[in-house]
């Protein structure tokens, strides 16, 4: 049995901790200054609240970090305030400079695995992925919780980072392309064609993340989008809605315009012009982008 602190136990945190405990596991958890709801789900799961975080951390082999972007390395800082010699994992959506930092500055334990979550919080009939990243000494024991549980470990490098940044990319795509629903939406209700959109896109090809090879002759055809994109801001602007991510896509389209009608280009090429394509647009006689 390995002793498990779990900081702090949300929708996903208590889900992953139940799993835990189904492994016969135990996890701890500090009650002081969390909410009602989160009192209850650690109830449900068999979590055993104890007064302070210094007692649970005296008592735990590995500490799980699952909380609000935002609120980790504060988080972090605490575990590490108290001196903590155990493992130390990650498992928030953040970028991988910020796990580094935790990992390199804050070190809120002997070893820290950056970790990644991606599904429905795990049970209920749904298999999650645990991605972790760490050197193996780390990695295995974290691994070993959840061995015939609903989540599924992933090795993904071995040094933290990795894990969060498939997070990141993945995330990059998946809010954003809910994001951009919400405000084609809201544009085609003002317009009284909301239904028209929904039709529209039931016929749509979706399986755009999972098919990168399609990405260069997006960059083919990025010459006329890139102002299509500017036109669509000006029609959110009229009917009062956000223009910032018409007006980003454009100036990202805009990365692409040198390789206008250029549909047989590799990919790596397709995408490499989006960093150094950043690089001219930021540089010291550039700082504004072209002309946006």
Known sequence: MITVTVLHPGTMGAAITAEIVAGGHEALWVPKGRSEHTWRRAREVGATACDSLAEALSRTAIVLSVCPPQAAEDVAAAVAAHGFAGLYVDVNAISPQRVRR????IRPGSAVVDGAVFGQPP????????YLAGANSAVEPVASLFTDSALQVCRVGDTPGSAS?????????????RTLAGVAHALANAHGVGDQLTAEAEVM???ILSDPEYLP??????????PEMEEVADSLRAA???TDMAEATARVLSLW??????????VVHTLSQLRSGRSRQTG?????????
């Open 240 to 242: 009062d809605l956000p």
């Open 205 to 207: 090809i979706s399986a």
């Open 165 to 177: 940044a498939l997070k990141m990319a993945f995330a990059s795509y998946q809010k954003a392309a």
């Open 217 to 226: 002759s997006v960059a083919a055809r990025a010459w006329r989008w890139a």
């Open 102 to 105: 935790i990992a390199d500055d």
């Open 257 to 266: 315009e040198q390789d206008k009608d250029r549909y047989d280009l590799p």
């Open 123 to 130: 049970g209920e009939g749904h298999t999650t992925r645990l």
């Open 284 to 292: 010291p006689d550039n700082k504004q982008g072209p002309g946006r």
